[in-house]
Nanobody
């Protein structure tokens, strides 16, 4: 299994970023996919989930209404559109299958206030 996250960067509070995750090693279209994040000194936490066909999504309360998860099964990609970013969104963001596979390297998101 390989998970490659990209799209992170430095953005001002209130700005937007779109993260991408390229997943391989499993039949992508059969799996629920998730985004997680880990801030410095904190545990990794759930951010968003999308069902195998994109028909169902779920979000952590802290990002609901600001983040949108989506997927392209043909391209084996999952996305996280992040709007109205806040300083507390600063973290390394990871994607994974459900059940979880080995973690990728993540992508750093830094929101300056």
């Amino acid at each position: 299994v390989q998970l490659v996250e990209s799209g992170g960067g430095l953005v001002q509070a209130g700005g937007s970023l779109r993260l991408s995750c390229a997943a391989s090693g499993r039949t992508f279209s059969r799996y629920t996919m998730l985004w997680y994040r880990q801030a410095p000194g904190k545990e990794r936490e759930f951010v968003a989930r999308i069902s195998w066909n994109g028909g169902s999504t779920d979000y952590a309360d802290s990002v609901k209404g600001r983040f949108t998860i989506s997927r392209d099964n043909n391209k084996k990609l999952v996305y996280l559109q992040m709007n109205s970013l806040r300083s507390e969104d600063t973290a390394v963001y990871y994607c994974n299958f459900y059940p979880n596979a080995d973690w990728g390297q993540g992508t750093q998101v830094t929101v300056s206030s």
